[in-house]
């Protein structure tokens, strides 16, 4: 299976962009697929997550209500809405997939977990 992750760009604070994950080939039923991102010097924080199964969304604190996890089996796509951006979220943002469980742990940041698959990353810059 392969992540392909796109969307990212330059945009003012307030601004909106919305990242797409679009997967191929084979995966596991089951699975979830995850958000995350990793500013300059700062260590990757898991930011959002979405499971296959039953759709159950989870996000970190600091993007509730302004970030929007959703997907599209049809197009194998995961997109994540991104409103009222801010300085502090320019990043290098990623999606991940591997079962529910080790996404949920991994988005969440209670372990180190080596996820399966990666996409590679997209810029996502936020002007002031």
């Known amino acids: 299976v392969q992540l392909q992750a796109s969307g990212g760009g330059l945009v003012q604070a307030g601004g909106s962009l919305r990242l797409s994950c679009a997967r191929s080939?084979?995966?596991?039923?089951?699975?979830?697929i995850g958000w995350f991102r990793q500013a300059p010097g700062k260590e990757r924080e898991g930011v959002s997550c979405?499971?296959?199964?039953?759709?159950?969304?989870y996000y970190t604190d600091s993007v509730k209500g302004r970030f929007t996890i959703s997907s599209d089996a049809a197009k194998n796509t995961v997109y994540l809405q991104m409103n009222s951006l801010k300085p502090e979220d320019t990043a290098v943002y990623y999606c991940?997939?591997?079962?529910?469980?080790?996404?949920?742990?991994?988005?969440?940041?209670?372990?180190?977990?080596?996820?399966?698959?990666w996409g590679q990353g997209t810029l996502v810059t936020v002007s002031s």
């Open positions: 991940a997939a591997d079962t529910i469980s080790r996404i949920k742990v991994a988005t969440m940041g209670l372990f180190s977990v080596d996820l399966a698959v």
């Open positions: 979405i499971s296959s199964r039953d759709g159950t969304t």
């Open positions: 080939g084979f995966i596991e039923d089951d699975y979830a």
